[in-house]
C-alpha cells in the first residue's frame, strides 16, 4: 500500500480513492469513508464519464451501471 501511495504522490496525484469491502484495512492507511459522493472536480468528471472502466462509473454513480448492490464502502484519502 504504501509503495502504490509513493508512486501516487511521485506522479502527482493529489487524492486516491478505493471501493472496498475491506474497509478497516483502508483505514489503517489513513482513507476516509466518502460522506460526500460527488468529491471529483467537474473538469475531472466530465473526463471520467467517457471511461469505459465499470469501476470508474460506479463510483460516479453513472446511470448505464447497476447499482451498488454489493455494497461495498467508497474512501478516499488525500496525499
Known amino acids: 500500500m504504501e509503495r502504490l501511495l509513493e508512486d501516487a504522490r511521485a506522479l502527482g496525484v493529489a487524492r486516491v480513492f478505493c471501493l472496498t469491502f475491506e474497509v478497516d484495512f ?6 476516509e469513508v466518502m460522506a460526500d459522493q460527488t468529491a471529483v472536480d467537474p473538469v475531472v468528471y466530465s473526463e471520467l464519464l467517457r471511461s469505459h472502466d465499470e469501476g470508474v462509473a460506479e463510483f460516479l454513480d453513472l446511470a448505464r451501471v447497476k447499482p451498488n448492490t454489493l455494497g461495498n464502502t467508497r474512501m478516499i484519502k488525500t496525499l
Open 26 to 31: 483502508f483505514k489503517k492507511h489513513g482513507f
